[in-house]
C-alpha cells in the first residue's frame, strides 16, 4: 500500500486538523438547521391536507393556504354529486379563532377545523374515539399537539377533569384531544362540528365553505372525473386531485412568501461559510508543505499527484467535518422540535443531501487551493 | 538516435557519460531585464565520478545543477542527460529525468508528517513494480546503511540536522539513481557532521556506482572528490580533469 499522504499530512497537525473539522460540522450545522426547518415548515403546513381523506378537492381560486382561505359556496360540491362516479362530498370550515388559556387566562389565535361529524373525512390520532364528543353543542377537540401557550388541556384531560376554555369569548368545553401538530400558519389547532362553528363564529354563513372534499366512488376514473368537473363548475372553485392539493399548498410557501427562499439563502451562507473554511484549511495546507511538495516534485512526482493529494485531502475533511455537524444538528433537531411543536428530525434522504452538498463544498475549495500548487517549482528549492 | 548523434560533430557516445554539455548558455528574465547566467559552458560527467562543483555566489552553480537534474528548462546549446537531449525537452521527459537522479538539498527538506523510513519510501514508490513488502526492507536496509537503524520511525522534527541529512541521502540513494545532485550538503551542519555526511555520500555512491555532482562552499571536503570544477560568471575556470 502507498503511503496515505493526504491521511498524515492532516493528521499530523492535530490542533489544526481539529479546527477544520469545527468549521467544517459548523457549516455543515448550519445547512441542516436551515434544511430542516425549510422541510418542517413544509412538512407541517401539509399535515392537514395528508390527514384527509378523499379523492378531488375543491378551494376558491383566491385562497392561499391553509388558515388563509376564501370562501365559496358548498352548492359546487352539490353540482358534483350530478356526475355518475361522484359518492360524497364533505364541506370544511376553517377560521382562526381566539383562544383563551383556562389556567393562564391569555388568549392566543387558533385554527379551528369544522365539518360534519357524521361524514368524518381526516385520519388524525385520537380523532376515531372523540368525533362523536363534537356532536354536542359547544364541545371542541383539541390538537394536543399545539404549543404549550394554549394551556396544559391534554394534562388536565388526563386528571379526568372538565376543560372549559373560550374560543371568540363563546365557552366551550374540550370533550378529547387529538393529534396534529403545529404548523407555521397556526400554532394550534381545535376541531368541531360545522353547527358549532356557526356557533362560534356568527358572522361565518352556513353554506359559505373553505374546503371540499369529493369521494369518488371505487373504481371511477379520477382524470376523466376531474375533467368532467372543471367544464362542469364554475370558474369560482379551483380543483384538484390530491397531489395537487399538496403541492399548491407547498409553493405557496416555497413561492409566495419569503420563508423559502429564506431558508434557502441560508442553506447557501453556510454552503459558502463552508468554502471559505475549507479553502482557508486547504490553501495554508498547500502553502505550508510549498518547499515538500517541491521536493517530490524534483525527486520526479508528477503534477497530478498533487492534485490528487489536495482532493483526498478535501474529501476526508468533508467526511470527518460532516459527522459533528450530523450529530450537533440531530441534537438541535430534537430540542428545536420540542420548542416548536414543528415535526423536526433528521432524515437519511437530508443527511445524504448534506454529505453531499460537504463533499462538493470542499471539492470547489479543492479546485482553488490546487491553484497554489503551481507554486511549487523545484526550481527554486535549490 | 544514433543517426542523430552521429550528425552532431561533438558526440562520441559512449555508455560511461552520465552529462553531457555542449556550448550551454542560459538567460534569465525577458527583454531588457534579460541576464546571461551561464556562458559555452562544455562539460561531460563520467559513470561513478565524484565532483565538486565550486565557485563564488552568482557564479551560476545552481542554475548548473537545476538545468542537469531536469528541474528547469534548457535554452540553448546541447545538454544531454543518461543520452536524452534537455534542450526544448518537454515538461514529462524532464518530469522522468528526475525519477533517475538522487537530490540532497542544502536544507534537508524531509516531509514533516512522515517517519524517516516513510520518507525513504516515498521516492521508492515512485518506481512501479516493486512490491509493499520489499520498499519497505529497502527503506529499512538504507536507513541502516546511513547509521540510523534506531531512528526508523522517528519523524524529522526529532531528529538532529546531520541525522536529517542522512535520512536525506537514505532517500536520494534509495531508488539506485545513475546521479547524485547535491546542494550545499554540508551548509546547515557542524564540520564533524558534515564531514561524516560527504564521506556517507561518497561510500554509498561507490557501492552503488554512481554520478555525485556536489556544489559547495565547504573547503573542508575538497579531498572527497575525484573532480573539480570551478565557475565564476557562468564561465568554467578550472576542471581539474583537463
Known amino acids: ?382 | 538516435m544514433n543517426k542523430i548523434q552521429s550528425t552532431i560533430n561533438y558526440q562520441p557516445s559512449t555508455t560511461n557519460q552520465v552529462v553531457n554539455m555542449h556550448n550551454l548558455n542560459h538567460f534569465f528574465g525577458e527583454g531588457k531585464l534579460k541576464k546571461q547566467i551561464l556562458f559555452d559552458i562544455n562539460l561531460t560527467l563520467n559513470s561513478g565520478e565524484v565532483i565538486i562543483l565550486k565557485g563564488p555566489s552568482g557564479s551560476g552553480k545552481t542554475t548548473l545543477l537545476t538545468l542537469m537534474g531536469g528541474l528547469r528548462s534548457a535554452q540553448s546549446g546541447s545538454l544531454r542527460v543518461f543520452g536524452e537531449e534537455l534542450v526544448g525537452a518537454k515538461k514529462n521527459k524532464l518530469v522522468q529525468t528526475r525519477k533517475n537522479i538522487g537530490y540532497i538539498f542544502q536544507s534537508h527538506n524531509l516531509l514533516a508528517s512522515l517517519t524517516a523510513r516513510q520518507n525513504v519510501q516515498m521516492s521508492l514508490e515512485l518506481h512501479h513494480g516493486i512490491k509493499a513488502t520489499e520498499i519497505e526492507q529497502r527503506a529499512i536496509a538504507l536507513l541502516e546503511a546511513v547509521g540510523l537503524s534506531d531512528h526508523i520511525n522517528y519523524h524529522p522534527h526529532s531528529l538532529s540536522g546531520g541525522q536529517k541529512q542522512r535520512v536525506a541521502i537514505a532517500r536520494a540513494l534509495a531508488s539506485h539513481p545513475k546521479m547524485v545532485l547535491a546542494d550545499e550538503p554540508t551548509a546547515a551542519l557542524d564540520s564533524k557532521s558534515g564531514r561524516d555526511v560527504v564521506e556517507l555520500m561518497q561510500q554509498l555512491a561507490r557501492e552503488q556506482g554512481c554520478t555525485i555532482l556536489i556544489v559547495t562552499h565547504d573547503n573542508r571536503i575538497l579531498d572527497v572528490a575525484d573532480r573539480i570544477v570551478e565557475l565564476e560568471d557562468g564561465k568554467i575556470t578550472l576542471d581539474t580533469k583537463q
Not at chain 1, 388536565?156 to 363563546?170: G, H, P, T
Not at chain 1, 356557533?199 to 365553505?209: A, M, S, T, V, Y
Not at chain 1, 412568501?257 to 463552508?274: E, Q, R, S
Not at chain 1, 428545536?336 to 454529505?355: C, D, E, K, Q, S
Request: hydrophobic share 50%; glycine share 6%.
Open chain 1, 1 to 382: 500500500m502507498k503511503i496515505p499522504l493526504s491521511w498524515l499530512q492532516l493528521s499530523h497537525e492535530k490542533a489544526r486538523l481539529l479546527i477544520a473539522l469545527a468549521g467544517i460540522g459548523f457549516a455543515d450545522m448550519l445547512m441542516f438547521i436551515q434544511l430542516g426547518f425549510q422541510a418542517a415548515l413544509f412538512d407541517s403546513s401539509v399535515t392537514f391536507h395528508k390527514a384527509l381523506t378523499g379523492d378531488i378537492f375543491l378551494m376558491s381560486p383566491q385562497s392561499d393556504a391553509l388558515g388563509f382561505t376564501k370562501t365559496f359556496s358548498e352548492r359546487r360540491l352539490y353540482q358534483s354529486l350530478a356526475v355518475e362516479e361522484v359518492e360524497s362530498v364533505v364541506p370544511i370550515y376553517l377560521n382562526f379563532g381566539s383562544w383563551k388559556n383556562p389556567i393562564k387566562r391569555n388568549t392566543r389565535t387558533i385554527l379551528t377545523i369544522a365539518f360534519n361529524p357524521a361524514q368524518n373525512p381526516v385520519n388524525f390520532p385520537g380523532i376515531q374515539q372523540n368525533i362523536d364528543q363534537i356532536k354536542l353543542p359547544d364541545v371542541v377537540l383539541f390538537d394536543d399537539s399545539s404549543r404549550a401557550e394554549f394551556g396544559p388541556i391534554p394534562d388536565l384531560l388526563a386528571q379526568n377533569k372538565v376543560v372549559k376554555a373560550e374560543v371568540d369569548s363563546r365557552k366551550v368545553t374540550v370533550g378529547g384531544i387529538f393529534t396534529m401538530g403545529a404548523s407555521f400558519a397556526a400554532d394550534g389547532n381545535i376541531l368541531t362540528s360545522d353547527t358549532n362553528f356557526l356557533r362560534l363564529f356568527p358572522e361565518r354563513q352556513k353554506g359559505l365553505i373553505d374546503m371540499g372534499i369529493i369521494n369518488l366512488k371505487p373504481g371511477a376514473n379520477l382524470e376523466s372525473v376531474k375533467a368532467t368537473l372543471e367544464a362542469k363548475l364554475p370558474k369560482d372553485v379551483e380543483i384538484f386531485d390530491r397531489a395537487e392539493f399538496i403541492q399548491n399548498e407547498i409553493s405557496y410557501w416555497q413561492n409566495a412568501t419569503a420563508i423559502g427562499f429564506i431558508f434557502t439563502l441560508g442553506t447557501a451562507i453556510g454552503f459558502v461559510v463552508g468554502i471559505v473554511i475549507v479553502y482557508q484549511i486547504l490553501y495554508t495546507d498547500v502553502a505550508n508543505h510549498l518547499p515538500e511538495y517541491a521536493t517530490l516534485k524534483a525527486m520526479g512526482y508528477k503534477d497530478s499527484y498533487f492534485v490528487v493529494l489536495v482532493f483526498q485531502e478535501a474529501i476526508i475533511l468533508a467526511v470527518l467535518g460532516f459527522l459533528p455537524g450530523y450529530l450537533i444538528a440531530t441534537g438541535l433537531y430534537s430540542l428545536a422540535a420540542g420548542a416548536t411543536a414543528l415535526p423536526l428530525a433528521m432524515t437519511a434522504n437530508r443527511a445524504i443531501t448534506v454529505l453531499i452538498l460537504t463533499v462538493i463544498m470542499c471539492c470547489v475549495s479543492g479546485t482553488v487551493a490546487v491553484r497554489k500548487l503551481s507554486a511549487a517549482d523545484p526550481a527554486d528549492i535549490f
